[in-house]
């Protein structure tokens, strides 16, 4: 079956900016968590959707927002680009009950200048 | 709050040789799931091999076997008969179960290990 999918892989967008990244989990996943992959901060959980709700939220402000829809694709925007964004965006996706093991996407590299 | 401490930050093994990644974490939690995943140059992360944390048998895949002490709060990765494939960086990763079943790891910083012919 297919894996977890995520589009754009690469993006360069102006500070200032928003941006609007895509994942497309597993069939029959109803979880989807973001994680922002940087060299200084490693990897960091951004939040995580569940039938399309919120169910857990990192530290980061609120220029990162995101929402999952009624087939469990999720989007994360970005709001106000700051040079600090620029990060690998890592999608997972579970079943999201229970436990399960995430799977990941090839992430989307975001680059701004 | 959970913080997980990968010390090696590179490590270089011989092709077929035996590689061991040292992974610490800190928790008050008894019950948790602690995971090594790989990230290969083409970024994807792919799971290694888990452990649930009230098993004290340690759990092995294949070539990777951890030694997981719960005591200690220590879980490294053992990688026998090292491959070039083997080349990546390497995680630990830690996920404690929470009311509503919300899933969030917290990563360690990581370890690149190289794999020489």
């Known amino acids: 079956k297919a894996g977890v999918t995520q589009t754009p892989r690469y993006l360069i967008k102006t500070r200032g900016q928003q941006v609007t990244l895509s994942c497309s989990p597993i069939?029959?996943?109803?979880?989807v968590s973001w994680y922002q992959q940087t060299p200084g901060q490693g990897l960091q959980f951004l939040f995580e959707?569940?039938?399309?709700?919120?169910?857990n939220k990192g530290n980061f402000p609120g220029r990162f927002s995101g929402r999952q829809f009624s087939n469990s694709r999720s989007e994360m925007n970005v709001s106000t680009l700051e040079l600090g964004d620029s990060a690998l965006y890592l999608c997972?996706?579970?079943?999201?009950?229970?436990?399960?093991?995430?799977?990941f996407g090839q992430g989307t590299r975001l680059t701004v200048v | 709050a959970q913080t997980v401490t990968q010390s090696q930050p590179e490590m270089s093994v011989q092709e077929a040789e035996t590689v061991t990644l040292s992974c610490t974490y800190d928790?008050?939690?008894?019950?948790?799931?602690l995971f090594w995943y790989k990230q290969p140059p083409s970024r994807q992360m792919i799971l290694v091999i888990r452990?649930?944390?009230?098993?004290?048998q340690n759990a092995t895949e294949n070539r990777f076997s951890v030694n997981f002490q719960k005591a200690a709060k220590s879980f490294s990765l053992k990688i026998s008969d090292s491959q070039l494939g083997d080349t990546a960086m390497y995680f630990c990763?830690?996920?404690?179960?929470?009311?509503?079943?919300?899933?969030?790891?917290?990563f360690g910083k990581g370890t690149k290990l190289t794999v020489n012919p």
């Open positions: 997972a996706s579970s079943r999201g009950q229970g436990f399960n093991e995430a799977f």
């Open positions: 069939s029959g996943h109803r979880s």
């Open positions: 959707y569940f039938s399309e709700t919120q169910r």
């Open positions: 928790t008050s939690e008894s019950n948790y799931y």
């Open positions: 452990q649930e944390a009230y098993k004290q």
């Open positions: 990763a830690f996920m404690k179960p929470s009311q509503g079943g919300s899933e969030k790891l917290v």
